[in-house]
């Protein structure tokens, strides 16, 4: 067994937020754990092509966007799954942080960071 807290951790600007990854694949769990916080007004385009991906609110709001359209409201209790590698736009609140637990299977190293530039989703 092992504790660890947000303190413990180094924060990782990933461009639309922080992420504290509280659990990695040095680990060895098989996957990892991160308190994620999107910033107010900020859109992201991502894609986990390595990693599944499940976030859940834990305070804030915010939505998440498919590529065909669909958009989803992402409040406090609300998980998002990402069951097929899916590209999407997470966006911020408008006048508010989302704050997520975001868990990726397999694990993920930890010092992964986001490219968001406007030319396709950011991936890792």
Known sequence: ?????????????????????LLTARDNMGF?????VVRAGTESKLEYRNHLE???????S?????????IYPIT??????????D????RGGKDEDLVLVSVFNPAITGDEVHELTGDGFSSY
């Open 54 to 60: 499940a976030c859940y609110c834990i305070a804030g």
């Open 32 to 36: 990892a754990v991160a308190h994620t």
């Open 87 to 90: 590209p999407h736009y997470l």
């Open 76 to 85: 406090p209790g609300t998980i998002y799954v990402l069951d097929e590698h």
């Open 62 to 70: 915010g939505e998440v966007e498919d590529t065909d359209g669909n």
């Open 1 to 21: 067994m092992f504790i660890r807290s947000r303190e413990d951790v180094d924060t990782v600007e990933w461009g639309g937020g922080t992420s504290e990854r």
